[in-house]
């Protein structure tokens, strides 16, 4: 029985794909390609960098994604999410597409002001979840392996 359970567990692992703890990532929904990331497994949820934050109406949500001109979403969720400073707040949340080692997975991404911090966009555990492994020696994974993809 140990040796079964040793078995799952070793396949379950290396089926799993590597991410280091800095990447650039695509969002092609949103045309916005590169974008500087922090892997934190320390995150419950992914969020990206939004200023202007504005609900339209119930439905809707208005803002500029990464400094780009206003865009227009439909919300998934509002939740209170609280922040690494331990400070509460409602978010909006928005499904998009996100690249990642070439494969596309859709997410819900939390929009946020993130002008203070160093990186635009914090992949979370929502995402890593799926199907990561993350190995903080190793940078820009996803970003080699587009590169090395490309046509």
């Known amino acids: 029985m140990k040796a079964l359970l040793f078995v799952f567990l070793f396949i379950n692992l290396y089926s799993k794909e590597i991410i280091g703890s800095i990447d650039k990532l695509d969002f092609p929904l949103l045309n916005i390609e590169n974008v500087v990331t922090r892997v934190d497994t320390g995150a419950t949820n992914s969020s990206i960098h939004c200023t202007n934050i504005e609900k339209i109406n119930d439905k809707f949500v208005r803002c500029n994604i ?9 919300i998934s ?12 707040q409602n978010r909006y949340f928005i499904k998009t597409e996100i690249v990642i080692l070439g494969k596309t997975y859709i997410s ?17 555990r929502d995402i890593l979840i799926q199907d990561f492994i993350v190995d903080v020696s190793k940078e820009n994974l996803s970003l080699d392996f587009k590169e090395r993809t490309k046509n």
Do not use: A, C, H, Q
């Open 77 to 88: 969720k509002i939740k209170e999410v609280k922040s690494s400073n331990g400070v509460s």
């Open 66 to 74: 990464l400094g780009k001109e206003s865009l227009t979403k439909e």
């Open 108 to 124: 819900e991404l939390s929009l946020n002001d993130r002008s203070s911090m160093t990186y635009p966009f914090l992949l979370g």
